[in-house]
């Protein structure tokens, strides 16, 4: 009875020492895994074993498409689709650039800067990031989850995820710089950056400057969007007959100066203007020239050569990181993104004919002018003219064409 109960001890102290052995292994094997983070995810894996990959675009594909900015490199891939937002000439946002994944909208495709949220910008109303923001040369790569992450998330990251990452732990300095020279006229882009760096032990410190500029593109640069001359074999014009901003016409059917119903004589102000088609000719509504002969046209107003198809755009960047390691189990991180964005567009005067004043109006009161011109009554029979200032659409008093003045 004895010797059974010392048996019975032994084998209990025995194998109480060899589970303990396996929990110590454990742990020290637990010591030696290494962290892995993917976008959109809470759980360490690789890209490729989650139900969507993650699309990773590093320097080398960057560098590849040529583009000026990060903003042009996101707006080339398959999967961002209608409803992204460029840099529009004449628009009140031309330096905002948006992202929208599966084109289900920009405020659904979240855009985070080393897995942190990029703030909204307050020009697109908070609706979502401007990626024009980010300078080129700071970024290490680029990770795009395409597939919805609003568990992870939130709303804003129904269409996808972008993860750019910036550069860190560079230690040395890099000067790059880039001209872009198109075949057609317009759009020459001229670029300039400086990456730095200096690691310690424990810390890094890396810095980017970034200079960008792209020239304006008129609509006169590209054939596709350019007027045509009306004596042209292409019948086809983009030329306004109607623009009151620089033409200058007669009321039809007015004998006193040889016109007929349907007829328009543009004022002398047309002639020897580059931006008129035949200055000083009678045009006739609802005609087309026919069997090469010659035909009078109306001194129309080529609103190609003013307005812009892309705008015109000159950045600044400076960033900074910065990364102290306190210790095994605590690090402090520091980032400082600074841009300046410049950007020109123009439109058009409005092709449309104005009159101020109702039909079958005898007099109208004339305010006093900047010239010094008093205020006046006026009698009137054919529409005073305006015009519209290119720049501030500001619209003021132009000429009164014809009629008695009393």
């Not at 016409?249 to 006193?256: G, H, K, M």
């Not at 349907?262 to 002639?271: D, T, V």
């Not at 993104?337 to 092709?351: D, I, K, L």
């Amino acid at each position: 009875m004895f010797k059974k109960e010392n048996y019975l001890m032994l084998v209990l102290v025995i194998g109480f020492g060899i589970f303990n052995t396996n929990l110590i292994a454990q742990d020290d094997a637990e010591d030696d895994v290494e962290e892995v983070v993917v976008t959109g995810s809470r759980i360490a894996t690789s890209e490729f074993t989650g139900a969507q990959p993650v699309v990773v675009i590093d320097q080398e594909d960057i560098a590849r498409t040529a583009e000026l900015g990060i903003a042009e490199v996101l707006r080339e891939l398959p999967i961002n689709i209608a409803g992204s937002f460029f840099e529009r000439s004449g628009s009140s946002a031309g330096s905002q650039a948006q992202l929208s994944l599966r084109g289900l909208g920009a405020g659904r495709t979240l855009v985070l800067i080393d897995g942190r949220r990029i703030p909204s910008s307050p020009k697109l109303g908070g609706e979502s990031a401007n990626i024009n923001t980010i300078p080129t040369a700071a970024v290490e790569r680029v990770e795009i989850l395409a597939d919805g992450a609003s568990a992870v998330y939130g709303s804003d990251a129904i269409g996808g995820v972008v993860n750019i990452i910036t550069k860190k732990g560079f230690d040395g300095m890099i000067i790059s710089g880039r001209v872009g020279d198109p075949d057609l006229p317009g759009g020459e882009e001229e670029a300039f950056s400086v990456v730095g760096g200096i690691t310690g032990d424990d810390s890094n410190l890396t810095w980017t400057y970034e200079h960008s500029q792209r020239d304006i593109v008129y609509l006169t640069d590209r054939d596709y969007n350019a007027g045509r001359a009306p004596t042209s074999d292409d019948w086809f014009t983009g030329f306004s007959i109607s623009t009151f901003a620089w033409n200058y016409i007669l009321r039809e059917d007015d004998p006193a100066n040889g016109l007929v119903a349907g007829q328009w004589l543009p004022a002398a102000e047309c002639a020897g203007d580059d931006r008129f088609v035949g200055g000083g000719k009678t045009y006739t509504l609802g005609s087309a020239p026919t069997g090469g002969l010659d035909y009078n046209y109306l001194c129309s107003f080529d609103y190609t050569q003013i307005m812009a198809q892309a705008a015109g755009k000159k950045n600044d960047f400076l960033t900074v990181n910065y990364d102290k390691q306190i210790n095994d189990d605590m690090s402090a991180y520091a980032q400082i993104v600074v841009s300046r964005q410049e950007t020109f567009g123009r439109y058009a005067p409005p092709a449309a004919f104005i009159n101020p004043y109702p039909a079958g109006l005898a007099t109208a009161r004339i305010p006093a002018q900047a010239d010094g011109t008093p205020e006046r009554v006026v009698t009137i029979n054919v529409p005073t003219q305006l015009r519209k200032d290119l720049l501030r659409l500001d619209q003021e008093l132009q000429k009164i064409q014809t009629g008695q003045v009393t």
